[in-house]
């Protein structure tokens, strides 16, 4: 929602300030202008990028229409989850928990939890640095640094597609310039012809400009900035989950254990501590 309500004051600032200064909307229709722009922006990230990354971002652009799904809810049903995973293996031991990770669809602590249920590499990360704790002689100090490894790893997958598009952004200013000299070129050739064309091959020329620099800074890089805010909020939610593990690793006990990823998360979405504690206790 956000993303629309931008683009619809970008929009009526745009031309309702061209409007108002007595400018005619019908000269800024220039479709060959934004076939230029447009089509130059778009095969430059076909050549720039891997076709996985060209993928990514036709895949999460849609996404961002739908608002972010990290909100206090998603975490409280995380930190509900963890808890009830750490207060097995606190009660009947390390193996008890075995069962749950090995086949987490079948699990009646995974099967619980209906908002984590469908989100496959959280459930894959909990597992496989819990399956660790039971089948590796490993130190919390060399599970983190396992984890950071990771992390790192996600992370950098996780705003390549921001920052690719990003690049396009950086790039439309100069495809709007690339139709403004073409523009200009037909200028030159209608030169000796009515005034009434050669104004309106220069107007094209102008309006090419204008298109560059508008989807630059009014769309493209906003839509951009976005996707990697997404991929940011992505690393806190599995920085909330090691948090976590590390902390039951070091033999904190479970309800403490789940603060220690509280405490990770910003103000706005942070649950409050009774919050956490009467969602845990299954108020």
């Known amino acids: 929602m956000p993303i629309i309500i931008g683009a619809i004051i970008v929009v009526a600032a745009v031309l309702g300030g061209y409007v108002l200064s007595h400018g005619d909307l019908i000269a800024l229709w220039q479709p060959f202008e934004l076939l230029i722009i447009g089509g130059a922006a778009f095969g430059a990230f076909i050549i720039a990028n891997p076709l996985k990354i060209t993928l990514e971002v036709f895949r999460r652009v849609p996404k961002l229409l739908t608002g972010s799904r990290y909100t206090k809810y998603l975490y409280l049903e995380l ?9 097995v293996m606190r009660k009947d031991g390390l193996i008890a928990i075995e069962a749950h990770i090995e086949e987490p669809k079948s699990s009646n602590i995974f099967t619980k939890y209906p908002l984590l249920r469908k989100d496959s590499q959280a459930i894959e990360f909990i597992c496989d640095y819990l399956r660790l704790m039971i089948i590796g002689d490993m130190t919390a100090y060399e599970l983190e ?33 690339v139709a403004a000299v073409l523009g200009i070129v037909i200028t030159m050739q209608s030169l000796g012809g009515p005034p009434e064309e050669i104004g309106y091959h220069v107007a094209a020329a102008l309006v090419g400009t204008f298109l560059g620099i508008l989807l630059a800074y009014g769309f493209v890089g906003p839509i951009a900035s976005s996707l990697e805010h997404r991929a940011h909020e992505d690393g806190q939610y599995f920085e909330c989950i090691k948090a976590c593990i590390i902390a039951t690793v070091n033999g904190v006990p479970p309800q403490v254990a789940v603060e220690f990823g509280r405490k990770t998360l910003p103000s706005k979405i942070r649950p409050g501590f009774q919050e956490l504690e009467a969602r845990v206790r299954g108020r």
């Open 145 to 177: 640094n396992l984890m950071d490894t990771e992390l790192e790893t996600r992370q950098h997958e996780q705003v390549s597609p921001g920052m690719a598009l990003g690049k396009v952004a950086d790039a439309l200013p100069g495809f709007g310039i």
């Open 79 to 87: 930190l509900a989850m963890l808890y009830d995973l750490f207060n």
